[in-house]
C-alpha cells in the first residue's frame, strides 16, 4: 500500500495549490484520509480530514482557506490551499486510516505517503 503525495511548489503569499494524494494497493473508501504539515524546526501537525461520509475536521488556523475532498472510490484525497500565508510553509503529508476515524491524532492514521514541499515566500 502506497500513498503518493503531489502538487507542492513554491508559490507567493495570496496563491492556491492544490495538493493531491493517491492511493495504490488499496482503496480507502471506507476509512479516514487527512493532510498533515511539518514545518522547519517543528513538529508534525494536524490540517484536516475527511470522513467516508465526506463529514470534514479542519485545524484553526485553516480559518476557511483550505478544502479537503475525496473521491468516492477511496483512492484519490485533494488539498485545495488558497490564501496561502508563509506560516503555511511545511512539508505535507497525506495519511489514511484504517478504521472510520478522521481527527486529528496522528497515531490513529496507519498509512502515510512521503511528503510533498510548500514553500510560500511574502
Known amino acids: 500500500v502506497q500513498l503518493q503525495a503531489s502538487g507542492g511548489g513554491l508559490v507567493r503569499a495570496g496563491d492556491s495549490l492544490r495538493l493531491i494524494c493517491a492511493a495504490s494497493?488499496?482503496?480507502?473508501?471506507?476509512?479516514?484520509m487527512a493532510w498533515f504539515r511539518q514545518a522547519p524546526g517543528k513538529g508534525r501537525e494536524f490540517v484536516a480530514a475527511?470522513?467516508?461520509?465526506?463529514?470534514?475536521n479542519y485545524e484553526d488556523f485553516v480559518q476557511g482557506r483550505f478544502t479537503i475532498s475525496r473521491d468516492s472510490a477511496g483512492k484519490t484525497v485533494y488539498l485545495q490551499m488558497n490564501l496561502l500565508k508563509p506560516d503555511d510553509t511545511a512539508v505535507y503529508y497525506c495519511?489514511?486510516?484504517?478504521?472510520?476515524?478522521?481527527?486529528?491524532?496522528?497515531?490513529?492514521?496507519?498509512?502515510w505517503g512521503q511528503g510533498t514541499q510548500v514553500t510560500v515566500s511574502s
Open positions: 495519511a489514511a486510516a484504517d478504521n472510520y476515524y478522521y481527527g486529528g491524532l496522528e497515531r490513529k492514521y496507519a498509512y
Open positions: 494497493g488499496r482503496s480507502f473508501s471506507r476509512e479516514g
Open positions: 475527511i470522513s467516508l461520509a465526506n463529514s470534514t
